[in-house]
């Protein structure tokens, strides 16, 4: 029976393929690539020749089976998206969790990660951290997923497009507050990376005056807040409102009647909630 490889690929410099990756994509019989034109690029400058296929978001769940059929009868199979590590954020679990389910070997073959470079580099605490990937495009929605997070002790890291950067940027703003620390990452091992450490306010500005352009690709890490410490006289009240309301609402009713930050009190209604669980 033929294997799956799970290969990694530069996210921008090539000179970060491995040696590994580069032999794998020379010996097996196929690579599954989720846009065949951008890994040709990459094939080419490598002088690989090994035939691909298509495998992308929109069309995998109809081809995993026909790439496995082949392994099953002996085919290796290497797995690449467009840069960096299949499945963070790419397509690829599909593919994976069938070949398992069918008895395939699945071999990782690791390499770059956005995720990880900006995680390296970082001058925020990161050894424990959550990876959200990209926040949903609509402002009500992506404003929704932060709330979610407002308690989250753990770095939080995102993926970000240029074109979505400072909306995101002023959702935070509106979510975690003006003065949490935050790091971005643009372009990660490209011509023009640049790294930028400062809060949610001071990378709106820099945003705003050019100094971080809006071009190219973001991964964000916003810090963890710090452990959820509240006046435990507004406790009564919103254990009142909790049970009758969704902690986001309670916690902007909560807000407006004692003129505390909702988030403040947002964090109490999730540890009450909790608690109740517990």
Do not use: W
Not at 41 to 67: D, Q
Request: hydrophobic share 40%; charged share 25%.
């Amino acid at each position: 029976m033929g294997k799956l490889y799970v290969v990694a690929t530069p996210i921008g410099n090539l000179d970060d393929m491995t040696i590994r990756a580069q032999k794998v994509l020379a010996d097996v019989a196929l690579i599954a690539a989720e846009d065949t034109r951008h890994t040709g690029i990459l094939l080419n400058h490598f002088g690989i020749k090994t035939p691909m296929c298509s495998y992308h978001e929109h069309n995998e769940e109809s081809v995993s089976s026909g790439i496995v059929d082949k392994m099953e009868n002996g085919i290796d199979v290497a797995l690449v998206t467009d840069a960096g590590t299949p499945q963070i954020s790419d397509p690829g679990y599909r593919l994976v969790r069938l070949a398992l389910n069918r008895g395939q070997e699945v071999v990782p073959v690791p390499g770059a990660s956005a995720l990880t470079a900006m995680l390296s580099v970082s001058g925020i605490p990161a050894s424990r951290f959550v990876f959200e990937g990209f926040l949903p495009a609509k402002a009500g929605q992506k404003k929704a997923m932060l709330q979610k997070l407002v308690s989250e002790t753990r770095s939080m890291v995102f993926y970000e497009a240029p074109h979505r950067l400072e909306a995101t940027l002023n959702v935070m703003k509106d979510v975690f507050g003006t003065g949490r620390q935050i790091l971005l990452a643009r372009e990660l091992t490209k011509i023009h990376e640049q790294i930028f450490l400062g809060t949610v306010a001071s990378a709106l500005t820099a945003m705003q005056d050019g100094r971080i352009p809006n071009k190219g690709e973001f991964v964000i890490q916003v810090e963890g807040c710090d452990e959820p410490a509240y006046n435990m006289e507004y406790v009564p009240l919103m254990r009142e409102l909790v049970r009758e309301l969704p902690p986001g609402k309670a916690a902007e009713v909560a807000s407006k009647l004692t003129g505390e930050h909702r988030n403040i009190m947002y964090r109490i209604a999730l540890s009450l909630k909790k608690t109740d669980k517990d």
